[in-house]
């Protein structure tokens, strides 16, 4: 089923400019409710700016947002939003009680407070003032506002960048209860291990452009490289001209080849009576494939959608 | 159903919002201590304390200082104050939110009101206790209504401040206009002990004309007619109310993404 306009946030050719620099570039994308989309990208990629503009915070340079149909900043937009904002304090002087109650009375439909309380762990300290609280404390009542209205989707910007691993594992929790509700989240995050665990769909950022769009194997397979390392007595250059092999690195006595599959490679050494030391064989890290894909954006312009 | 569909009255979200509003500002010693203690001390040592005290020279000062305290929450609540919670990052998720935007500004207006209330109602209580003022009941609810308007153009000028620069330019401006304010505009110290250049530079200022308005009503006359005051004090709210609504408008602008 295809969404319309009315059940998605949609970004329409979307381009951000501050001065020179274009943060959002053209950016054409719809996020839909029953899913958890993960924004992934490095910083300055325009991730953050993405997420203001959907809540109305700035205002497109071209193109525009709309949020179920209603223009972003739009109080029927913002009424469909609950969201967490990246390097945001609350008042010190009130309680993360007294906040929760506040920004409940914003929507028409609130989640019971006892309700988000127990899902966010909250007992202890709910009547302490958020000035006193712990870092992990503050962040717990921050998604307690995002999370507070029942809002058609949850935004959040880099929700758990300083979290212990506790919290993280509530946030992850809460977020995926959110889902499995119908309400739509949306995600920044630089950690891909975080994007991979929790995400239907991650969407890859980069210099504000959109680069990929899958599900997490899809984003996966985009570089699914193989790292072998070993000592032998076959030259750089003849490995280098092996099938599959994209490049040779000598250091020392150990040679590192980065390689689409690993059994070809070594296969050909073996029968060809190459002596092989130390051979170690590694999956190119989700950190590296994601440095990959951008990376490869930059060079190359445009590498599409994977989806 | 989608939320976007449902509405919430605008009144239930203005009580919560006036509610934490207030209880945010009592609790914030920087804030609730001078704007409720200041005009209350001022008044009770320039009016009843210092020089020969009459019932004349306190129902004097009553008028200016209750002026004098409405201009103060006002001023602080909205330059200080929002430069702060800007700064903080706390303006933004309000912005976010749905939150009216009418209901926000109406929320902290009725908070600076309630602070001025409770000023005016402290200094009505030296004036008739140790001042020994006596005023017609239509006096007392003029002072109470003016110091009502008295908050409004110091709002949008307090937003016009926090809204622009940073906590701490923020904070040194509102201070140094509330100085200004109130010397020049003869809210401390009657204009007339002051050389004359003093009252040529009040003309200039909405707290003069509040502060001749107040006068007015406690029965003292002042150089110009009451319409010329309130000409110049709505001249002065509508063009601060200008320049407060376009850096709201504008404040995603200075941002750097």
């Not at chain 1, 001065?19 to 325009?46: M, P, Q």
């Not at chain 1, 998604?143 to 809002?151: I, K, P, Q, T």
């Not at chain 1, 995600?187 to 969407?203: F, G, K, P, S, W």
Request: net charge negative.
């Amino acid at each position: 089923m295809t969404a319309t306009l009315e059940q998605t946030i949609s970004y329409k050719n979307l381009t951000k400019t501050y001065g020179d620099k274009r943060a959002v570039d053209g950016l054409d994308i719809s996020f839909r409710k029953g899913e958890l989309t993960a924004l992934l990208g490095e910083n300055g990629a325009g991730k953050t700016t993405s997420i203001s503009l959907a809540l109305g915070l700035v205002e497109p340079t071209e193109g525009s947002v709309t949020i179920l149909g209603h223009k972003a900043g739009s109080i029927e937009a913002r009424r469909a939003i609950g969201a967490m904002l990246q390097s945001a304090e609350l008042p010190n002087l009130l309680t993360a009680e007294e906040h929760i109650k506040l920004f409940s009375s914003y929507y028409p439909n609130p989640v019971p407070i006892e309700e988000l309380v127990e899902m966010l762990q909250l007992t202890p300290f709910l009547k302490q003032r958020y000035g006193g609280l712990s870092g992990g404390q503050k962040r717990r009542v921050q998604l307690a506002l995002a999370l507070c209205g029942n809002a058609d989707f949850v935004i959040l910007d880099e929700p758990t960048v300083g979290l212990d691993i506790e919290t993280r594992h509530t946030l992850w929790q809460a977020v995926r209860a959110c889902v499995a509700r119908g309400q739509g989240v949306i995600l920044t995050t630089h950690y891909l291990e975080e994007a991979d665990a929790l995400a239907d769909r991650i969407v890859v950022m980069a210099d504000g452009q959109l680069v990929a769009d899958g599900t997490p194997a899809e984003i996966k397979a985009l570089s699914a490289e193989k790292v072998i390392e070993l000592q032998t007595n076959a030259g750089a250059d003849l490995i280098k001209g092996l099938p599959g092999v994209h490049s040779v690195v000598e250091t020392g006595q150990t040679i590192k080849i980065s390689v689409s599959e690993a059994e070809p490679c070594l296969a050909y050494l073996f029968k060809e009576g190459f002596e092989v030391k130390d051979l170690k064989v590694s999956q190119v890290g989700l950190e590296s494939a994601f440095l990959d894909i951008t990376n490869k954006n930059k060079h190359s312009g445009n590498m599409g959608e994977a989806a | 159903m989608s939320t976007a569909a449902m509405k919430v009255s605008n009144l239930t979200i203005l009580v919560s919002e006036y509610k934490t509003e207030f209880l945010k500002a009592f609790r914030m010693p920087q804030f609730s201590l001078p704007t409720l203690m200041f005009p209350m001390l001022f008044y009770f040592v320039f009016g009843s304390l210092i020089g020969t005290p009459s019932p004349e020279r306190a129902a004097y000062l009553l008028a200016t200082y209750g002026v004098f305290g409405s201009m103060t929450a006002s001023l602080f609540a909205f330059g200080a104050a929002i430069a702060n919670e800007r700064d903080e990052g706390w303006l933004e998720i309000k912005r976010a939110a749905p939150l009216p935007t009418m209901v926000f500004f109406t929320a902290k207006l009725l908070m600076t009101i309630s602070f001025s209330m409770m000023v005016t109602g402290g200094l009505f209580i030296i004036a008739i206790t140790v001042g020994g003022v006596s005023l017609e009941p239509v006096q007392w609810l003029s002072l109470i209504g003016l110091n009502i308007l008295t908050t409004i153009p110091f709002a949008f000028m307090g937003l016009a401040i926090g809204l622009r620069g940073k906590t701490q330019a923020a904070a040194g401006i509102t201070n140094l206009v509330f100085f200004l304010m109130s010397i020049f505009g003869g809210l401390w110290v009657p204009l007339p002990v002051f050389p004359a250049i003093f009252s040529k530079i009040a003309i200039a200022l909405p707290s003069y004309h509040l502060g001749a308005l107040a006068l007015e009503i406690v029965g003292v006359e002042s150089q110009l007619n009451v319409i010329a005051h309130v000409g110049i004090i709505l001249s002065f709210g509508i063009l601060f109310g200008a320049f407060a609504f376009s850096a709201w408008r504008h404040m995603d602008s200075d941002r750097k993404g």
